[in-house]
């Protein structure tokens, strides 16, 4: 089956918590429409109707964006649909005038965002809520 990927487009928590209970293991649903309406933009990956990948654009309403929540569903991984969300996310954000784009990931991610031209940098983190 052909993959679609759309900009933008309306999803609602009921798609997104049907990806994430499969490609994150989290069946605990949330509400997606609060991240949805402050993004600089989010890209799906459709297989017919059903939402297969997304990735989301956030920013700090300047010159910096950082793509969050990279995801596909395990039945269609090894596609190349996680390099194409991240490719378009990466031409919008430069469209909607940010200037970097950052990631965080775990390690046995480095060479699929190294494969995207994302250069190793140091950053921090510290987890807020157990």
């Keep these: 089956m052909a993959i679609e990927y759309r ?4 999803l609602g928590n009921e798609a997104l918590n049907a990806l994430w209970a499969t490609a994150w ?21 459709f297989a017919g109707t059903r939402l297969v990948g997304f990735v989301n654009v ?13 995801c596909v569903d395990p ?19 430069s469209e909607r005038g940010a200037e970097w784009l ?4 775990e390690p046995h991610l480095s060479g699929f965002y190294r494969g995207l031209g994302f250069a190793s ?6 987890r807020l809520r157990d």
Excluded: C, M, Y
């Design 58 to 70: 956030a920013w700090d309403g300047g010159i910096h964006a950082f793509i969050l929540d990279t």
């Design 102 to 105: 950052h990631v965080d990931f």
């Design 25 to 45: 293991n989290t069946p605990h649903p949330r509400d997606f429409q609060p991240i949805l309406s402050r993004n600089l933009a989010h890209v799906g990956a």
């Design 121 to 126: 940098t140091e950053a921090g983190l510290i």
């Design 7 to 10: 900009d933008n487009p309306d």
């Design 75 to 93: 039945e269609f991984r090894r596609r190349g649909i996680a390099s194409a969300l991240v490719k378009r996310a990466r031409t919008l954000a």
